[in-house]
T-cell receptor, first 112, second 111 residues
Framework: DTAVSQTPKYLVTQMGNDKSIKCEQNLGHDTMYWYKQDSKKFLKIMFSYNNKELIINETVPNRFSPKSPDKAHLNLHINSLELGDSAVYFC???????????FGQGTRLTVV | GNSVTQMEGPVTLSEEAFLTINCTYTATGYPSLFWYVQYPGEGLQLLLKATKADDKGSNKGFEATYRKETTSFHLEKGSVQVSDSAVYFCALSDSDYKLSFGAGTTVTVRA
């Protein structure tokens, strides 16, 4: 039983395309996140949702649009992909502030 | 804002050596502190945590103690194995609905 699952695991696409990454958690958590990990392994918060409401949008270009249809899902849609968007994107969930987060396996996005 | 500073890597050790990775933090409130581990090609796994001052987190032979007076949460293991080769991240969570991570430390253990 995977606690936080995201699909696809790998995504190779051309510049200018639009793509989506899906994330689901079965932990009953209220808070979900998207993180971006660059080639140097640095992890940066992109978005944080609590009870389907956007809490944090950390200066992410508006080509990135998260959508939370319900508390168990947080999808990430990316328009007009650029080379610099190549990274590993992690979805995570938690019970809220001051608690640990559980991470998905990551989506390796390669823009060519 | 909150921030985490951890020891730069990479770190290369021989099997059975002692490992320590330094981590210090800055926080406005009373955060919880975590160590995560990322094995090659995988996601992040929680290794251990501590939620208040003087708490010691431990798991799989790793330990870290929450030191409020020095704002530190250093990770230690007495005898590393090849299977401990991974990237280790120190992180904190406050009431601000996000985890703040350190830059990560790559550890390689040679047989």
């Amino acid at each position: 039983d995977t606690a936080v699952s995201q699909t696809p695991k790998y995504l190779v696409t051309q510049m200018g395309n639009d793509k989506s990454i899906k994330c689901e958690q079965n932990l009953g958590h209220d808070t979900m996140y998207w993180y971006k990990q660059d080639s140097k392994k640095f992890l940066k918060i992109m978005f944080s949702y609590n009870n389907k409401e956007l809490i944090i949008n950390e200066t992410v270009p508006n080509r990135f649009s998260p959508k939370s249809p319900d508390k168990a899902h947080l999808n990430l849609h990316i328009n007009s992909l650029e080379l610099g968007d190549s990274a590993v994107y992690f979805c995570a969930s938690s019970r809220g502030g001051n608690t640990e987060a559980f991470f998905g396996q990551g989506t390796r996005l390669t823009v060519v | 804002g909150n921030s985490v500073t951890q020891m730069e890597g990479p770190v290369t050790l021989s099997e059975e050596a002692f490992l320590t990775i330094n981590c210090t933090y800055t926080a406005t409130g009373y955060p919880s502190l975590f160590w995560y581990v990322q094995y090659p090609g995988e996601g992040l796994q929680l290794l251990l945590k501590a939620t208040k001052a003087d708490d010691k987190g431990s798991n799989k032979g790793f330990e870290a103690t929450y030191r409020k007076e020095t704002t530190s949460f250093h990770l230690e293991k007495g005898s590393v194995q090849v299977s401990d080769s991974a990237v280790y991240f120190c992180a904190l969570s406050d009431s601000d609905y996000k985890l703040s991570f350190g830059a990560g430390t790559t550890v390689t253990v040679r047989a």
